[in-house]
Structures are given as C-alpha cells and as structure tokens.
C-alpha cells in the first residue's frame, strides 16, 4: 500500500488516524499499530514471545545505542528475523546515514505478507524517527504529515530535535530522489556512483547487523 493506490480522501484518514482514541498512561508500554503491517513500541514488548506471536509479529528492528547491547537486543532469532541498529539518541546522530537499511528490511517483510515491530528502548525518540521517516517516504507525505500520522497512533512519541531536522531534511531527500527515479538516463554516471555509495552505507557493519530466523536441517 502507498500513496499512488490511496486515494486523497483515504490517505487524509491514514494520517488523521482513529477517531476518538483515549490515550492511557500506560499505553507507552505497548506497541500499537501505525500502519497495517507496522508497529512501533518499547523494548518491553519485543521479550514477551506470547505477545510477539500474538500480535503475528515476523519481523523486528531493533534499534539501540551500542551502549544497551547487552540488554536491547534480539531475544527470539530462532522465530524472527531481525535486524539490529546501533544508533545513537542524540541530537548529533545521522539518521539519515542509518535509515536506508531499515527501510529496505521493513518493505521486503511488509510486501511479503510480514509484519514488522520496530522498537528502540522506549519507543519515544529513536524508533519513532525511522518510523516518520519510513512513512514519510512510503507515501509520499510531509514530514509534518508523518510525524501527525505516527503521533496519532502513538501520543508519546517525541523525537529529539536534531532527529525533528534531519526528518524534514528529509523530505528534500526522498523527493530529490523520486524526481531523479523518473528520469533515469539523465545522469547515468552519477546515479551509479551514488547507488554504489548507498550500497556501502547500508552494510556498514559499524550499524548494521541483520540475520533471519534460524531454520533446522
């Protein structure tokens, strides 16, 4: 589902979200879903294999600063397949740099019928960045759309605001891209040469750390 099979009416609904939500408290502690296929929460939930199943989870992003590895990290590989994000929760941490990675991982589950929990420490800063970002570019929004469309399903999000910039940067970015996408043969030479640094970027293995759920012989 994107924005070119959504109709104006449809995607106003989409980023205004349900209607008449009363947001609890504790709600924070769980995740809830932002698109169909996508949901965004704490840690917290990502240890429970019950709810995990429960809620027809496939596939989860785990993002944390390298500084939790210890604790915020996959717990089920052997159910899910998972992808792992070192990433900083401060106003100087690219994003930008780090987001292609997540993207890709969560498109390939989503158009393969998976379902996808992208959860950080505390589901309020970092995982809900990569979310607007991701649905930003999925539907071809505003950032301020995204950010109205993910809040509305979960209040408590809060981006810091160097994440707040680099979410409106990039807007310019995933646009600038589009634009180029539909015209190909503009500039061949640059197109691969940029192909090929964004291949590197997404495995760098200083951010990224990916693998599928086990499968016996």
């Known amino acids: 589902m994107t924005a070119h099979s959504m109709e104006t009416s449809k995607l106003r609904e989409l980023i205004q979200g349900p209607p008449d939500v009363e947001w609890k408290y504790e709600m924070r502690r769980q995740c809830q879903e932002i698109i169909p296929g996508l949901l965004l929460g704490p840690f917290q939930v990502s240890k ?8 027809g989870v496939t596939h989860i992003v785990c993002i944390r ?9 996959a717990r089920f590989p052997e159910q899910f397949k ?12 690219n994003l930008i740099r780090v987001f292609p990675p997540a993207r890709n ?6 158009e393969h019928g998976g379902k996808v929990l992208v959860h950080c420490n505390g589901g309020i800063s970092l ?15 505003t950032w301020e759309d995204a950010l109205h469309l993910v809040q509305n399903r979960r209040y408590c999000i809060s981006p810091n605001s160097g994440f707040l910039t680099q979410i409106k940067e990039y807007e ?8 180029v996408a539909q015209f190909p ?9 940029r192909k090929r640094e964004d291949d590197e970027d997404e495995n760098d293995p200083r951010y990224v750390r990916s693998f599928a759920k086990f499968q016996p012989r």
Not at 105 to 110: G, H, L, M, S, T
């Open 127 to 141: 995982s809900p960045a990569f979310v607007v970002m991701f649905v930003m570019e999925r539907f071809h929004i």
């Open 105 to 110: 991982f969560i498109i390939d589950a989503i």
């Open 185 to 193: 043969s503009a500039n061949p030479s640059g197109n691969t040469r």
């Open 82 to 93: 998972y992808i792992e994000l070192d990433v900083e929760d401060s106003e100087e941490q």
């Open 48 to 55: 429970s294999l019950e709810s995990l199943q429960s809620l």
């Open 65 to 73: 600063d390298a500084k939790e590895a210890f604790s915020v990290r």
């Open 172 to 179: 310019s970015i995933y646009r600038a891209k589009a634009a």
